[in-house]
């Protein structure tokens, strides 16, 4: 059975920094788009970072470029480093891994792809 597992959530000022992990079981990661998504309360789930598989190119959302980093870490394993945190990064961010994640400048998953439980991310005073 596929799984995708999280890990890395918590509660931390703004300024601060967390690293978000996510690692696939029962399937290898090598040549699929994978990504990070996130869902603040209230509003709709949004793309944040994406890498096509093909090439290693990397997508990141106007909001967060230049404070996230996303990586591929092993065959099974990819990470979101997320720095310099605001309030309004506030969200439970989501994992995916897909056939077509990547296009263009922008990030798109199916509903029906695999992803992670979630991770919460409070950045909070």
């Known amino acids: 059975q596929v799984q995708l597992v999280e890990s890395g959530g918590g509660l931390v000022q703004p300024g601060g920094s967390l690293r978000l992990s996510c690692v696939a079981s029962?399937?290898?990661?090598?040549?699929?788009?994978i990504g990070w998504f996130r869902q603040a309360p209230g509003k709709e789930r949004e793309w944040v970072s994406c890498m096509r598989g093909s090439d290693s190119s990397i997508n990141y959302a106007e909001s967060v470029r230049g404070r996230f980093s996303m990586s591929r870490d092993s065959a099974n394993g990819m990470s979101l480093q997320m720095n310099s945190l605001k309030p309004e990064d506030t969200a439970v961010y989501y994992c995916t891994v897909d056939h077509y994640i990547y296009y263009g400048g922008l990030c798109a998953a199916d509903p029906t792809a695999r992803w992670g439980q979630g991770a919460q991310v409070t950045v909070s005073s």
């Open positions: 029962g399937m290898s990661l090598q040549g699929y788009d």
